[in-house]
């Protein structure tokens, strides 16, 4: 039943009917707030679009309906998290929150490193 939320977001997106794209994309997840596909297309729209405070918005919204279900890609959405806050809203303080979070998930990853080496070369003003 997603999949009807997806088709009409889609639709919606092409049209440049940005309100109702979005809410067609919220609608699909919150029917299946683990679909990688939703969230990357609805990610990628709001960035073309230049809508960051939106994404974030949708990455905590996601995250909420998520809960336990996929640890995998609430630890992905917290590294996405912490890029937008930092490269896109200059918000290097919540940048480092989120890090936090991703951090603990996944201690050995690759990309949280890069990310803190990163943010390390922006100390805090």
């Given at each position: 039943?997603?999949?009807?939320h997806?088709?009409?977001?889609?639709?919606?997106?092409?049209?440049?009917?940005?309100d109702?794209?979005?809410?067609?994309?919220?609608?699909?997840?919150?029917?299946?707030?683990?679909?990688?596909?939703?969230?990357?297309?609805?990610?990628?729209?709001?960035?073309?679009?230049?809508?960051?405070?939106?994404?974030?918005?949708?990455?905590?919204?996601?995250?909420?309906?998520?809960?336990?279900?996929?640890?995998?890609?609430?630890?992905?959405?917290?590294?996405?998290?912490?890029?937008?806050?930092?490269?896109?809203l200059?918000?290097?303080?919540?940048?480092?929150?989120?890090?936090?979070?991703a951090?603990?998930m996944?201690?050995?990853?690759?990309?949280?490193?890069?990310?803190?080496?990163?943010?390390?070369?922006?100390p805090?003003?």
């Amino acid at each position: 039943q997603y999949m009807i939320h997806l088709v009409a977001a889609r639709l919606y997106r092409d049209a440049a009917q940005n309100d109702q794209a979005v809410e067609q994309f919220q609608g699909a997840l919150q029917l299946n707030p683990c679909m990688r596909v939703v969230i990357d297309e609805l990610a990628d729209y709001l960035e073309l679009s230049g809508q960051a405070h939106r994404l974030e918005e949708e990455y905590r919204r996601v995250l909420l309906h998520l809960a336990d279900q996929d640890h995998e890609l609430a630890a992905d959405l917290w590294k996405r998290l912490t890029v937008l806050y930092h490269q896109r809203l200059d918000d290097d303080d919540r940048a480092r929150k989120a890090l936090e979070v991703a951090r603990y998930m996944e201690p050995e990853d690759p990309p949280v490193q890069e990310l803190e080496m990163e943010l390390e070369l922006f100390p805090d003003e």
